[in-house]
């Protein structure tokens, strides 16, 4: 995470949602909200004027929508990172924020606190796999079937496989140094590398790999 607070843009086509975040957000100094927008569009512009270091992002709004939107900053050479707020969610919404890059998912009736805390995990370089973001939708998301072989992986060590089956799983670095029985900075540092090694943006991407190469599966 940069030094001084998280700067935050809010796109969202409700001004009430907004100006509620922009209140909460007023009373923690490691938070600072830099612009605001209410179509997908706007966002897009503001994160090449500013470079925020996280756009909250509503999905359903006029013209472009949120995912397009999050597509494009995704795409484009800024270090902006997404999070997808919505009232929405259903799978076809999660499968599309994910497929566009965001780096978390969350839902509008989730408490003000645990909204504050994703932004603070997304900014700080991590992704938001919990609570919209499931096992079962993960597996569906990269059509990995209920039992399938793991196949190797040119490069990526036993142990750095190891991290990132229990990344697949859902496990934070704690989980993943208590299970391995390394420490939380040994157990960073796998993750590091594995996003080096994999060229994955974020803990998301990582996740959905894991299926993909079969290292995590659902019980049949």
Request: with cysteine; hydrophobic share 45%.
């Amino acid at each position: 995470m940069t030094a001084g607070p998280v700067r935050v843009v809010l796109a969202d086509d409700q001004p009430l949602v907004r100006s509620g975040l922009r209140l909460v957000m007023a009373d923690h100094p490691d938070l600072e909200v830099v612009g605001e927008a209410a179509t997908g569009a706007e966002a897009v512009q503001l994160v090449r004027d500013i470079g925020p270091d996280v756009v909250v992002m509503d999905i359903r709004m006029p013209g472009m929508d949120g995912i397009e939107a999050t597509r494009l900053i995704t795409a484009g050479p800024t270090a902006t990172r997404v999070l997808v707020l919505t009232t929405f969610d259903e799978d076809d919404y999660v499968y599309g924020a994910l497929r566009a890059g965001a780096s978390g998912f969350v839902v509008k009736d989730m408490a003000l606190n645990d909204i504050l805390a994703a932004i603070r995990v997304v900014a700080g370089g991590d992704a938001l796999i919990a609570p919209g973001v499931t096992r079962r939708l993960i597996a569906d998301f990269v059509g990995c079937p209920p039992q399938r072989s793991p196949r190797p992986v040119a490069g990526i060590t036993e142990r750095e496989r190891e991290v990132l089956t229990l990344i697949g799983r859902g496990r934070t670095n704690t989980e993943i140094a208590q299970d391995l029985f390394i420490t939380v900075a040994t157990a960073k540092s796998h993750v590091s590398r594995l996003l080096t090694k994999l060229g994955a943006r974020d803990r998301v991407q990582l996740v959905i790999t894991a299926y993909e190469m079969g290292l995590v599966t659902l019980p049949g």
